[in-house]
Nanobody, 124 residues
């Protein structure tokens, strides 16, 4: 069973940076795509970014494009999200996600493996 554990969240001032990490344990050989979603208080989960496990196809939500950069290491089975120029509206719980069947996409139902989440708080 694949397990995902996030780390790296915290409190940062607007304009600052944070780097989130996700470590996958369990079978990853047949993974298809991995990524990040977030959920702000009182709002639905929203897509942040996703990348193919097998090539460099990467996708970002318009709200984070140009500010966030995702990378992965297939050998170490890790995923990271570098977040720069953070805004108060980036405040949310960030979830690492993965799936074995679908290419990267922005729908939450494509991903059947979710981490527990890590809190990111951006103060203005």
């Amino acid at each position: 069973q694949l397990q995902l554990v996030e780390s790296g969240g915290g409190l940062v001032q607007a304009g600052g940076s944070l780097r989130l990490f996700c470590v996958a344990s369990g079978p990853s050989f047949h993974l298809n795509s991995v990524g990040w979603f977030r959920q702000a208080p009182g709002k639905e989960r929203e897509f942040v970014s996703a990348i193919s496990w097998n090539d460099n196809s990467a996708y970002y939500a318009e709200a984070v494009k140009g500010r966030f950069t995702m990378s992965r290491d297939n050998v170490k089975k890790t995923l990271s999200l570098q977040m720069n120029s953070l805004k108060s509206e980036d405040t949310a719980i960030y979830y690492c996600v993965a799936n074995y069947r679908h290419p990267p996409g922005d729908r939450a139902d494509l991903y059947d493996h979710w981490g527990q989440g890590t809190q990111v708080t951006v103060s203005s």
